[in-house]
Each structure stands twice: as structure tokens, then as C-alpha cells.
């Protein structure tokens, strides 16, 4: 499967963003759907997963609420809505696509367990 993210920009402090992710050459609906970021001279962190039919989720710590990730297998998309976003939220936004099989969505949240990654989007949070 081959991944395309869109949606990053600027924004200031306490601004929204919505973040999408299209699949394209897979069955999308095998695969549990993940969103990671990176930050310069940091490594890459999980933010967000669903499951494969979008009845589970798992979110890190840090989202506290603010962000939602949700897909719609019709249309091979998954998206990540970013509220009151902070200047720390700046990064590089990847999506991901890992085979979800028997494993729970919560036990998800590490790049290794996703088989392909989408070329990234930028997002930046002025203060």
C-alpha cells in the first residue's frame, strides 16, 4: 500500500489543523492506520491509531483530547483533526499502514509493527 499525507501548514498557538492520509494500492481495510510525528533532532513518536474497521483507537498521552484520528474505508482516507495545537506539536506528521491481525489496537503504537509510511507533512506552530 502506498501512502500520500496532506493537510500540514503554519499556525499559530491554539489553532486547528486536519491532517489526511490517502491510501492507494492495498486493501485498506486490512490495515490499522497510525499517525507518528518527528521532531527536529528528536526521534519519531506515535501520536495516534485506529483500528482496521475504525472501532478502536489509541491515542498518546500527550493528544489529552486535543486530537482525533477517524478513517473512512470507502474512500481509502485517514485523517487526524488537530485542536488547540501547542508550539511542541511542531514536527514532520507521518501516516502509517501496519496489519493489525489478531493484535489490539492499544498495543499499536510502535513504528516497527507499520509496514509502510507516507512521505510526511509538515506542521508548524508558531507561539
Known amino acids: 500500500v502506498q501512502l500520500q499525507a496532506s493537510g500540514g501548514g503554519l499556525v499559530q498557538a491554539g489553532e486547528s489543523l486536519r491532517l489526511s492520509c490517502t491510501a492507494s494500492g492495498g486493501t485498506f481495510s486490512l490495515y490499522a492506520m497510525g499517525w507518528f510525528r518527528q521532531a527536529p533532532g528528536k526521534e519519531r513518536e506515535f501520536v495516534a491509531a485506529?483500528?482496521?474497521?475504525?472501532?478502536?483507537?489509541k491515542y498518546a498521552g500527550f493528544v489529552k483530547s486535543r486530537f482525533t484520528i477517524d478513517r473512512d474505508n470507502a474512500k481509502n482516507t485517514v485523517t487526524l483533526q488537530m485542536n488547540s495545537l501547542k508550539p511542541e506539536d511542531s514536527a514532520v506528521y507521518y501516516c502509517?499502514?501496519?496489519?493489525?491481525?489478531?493484535?489490539?489496537?492499544?498495543?499499536?503504537?510502535?513504528?516497527?509493527?507499520?509496514?509502510?509510511w507516507g512521505q510526511g507533512t509538515l506542521v508548524t506552530v508558531s507561539s
Open positions: 485506529i483500528s482496521v474497521l475504525g472501532h478502536g483507537t
Open positions: 502509517a499502514a501496519g496489519i493489525q491481525g489478531t493484535r489490539s489496537i492499544w498495543t499499536m503504537t510502535r513504528g516497527e509493527l507499520f509496514d509502510a
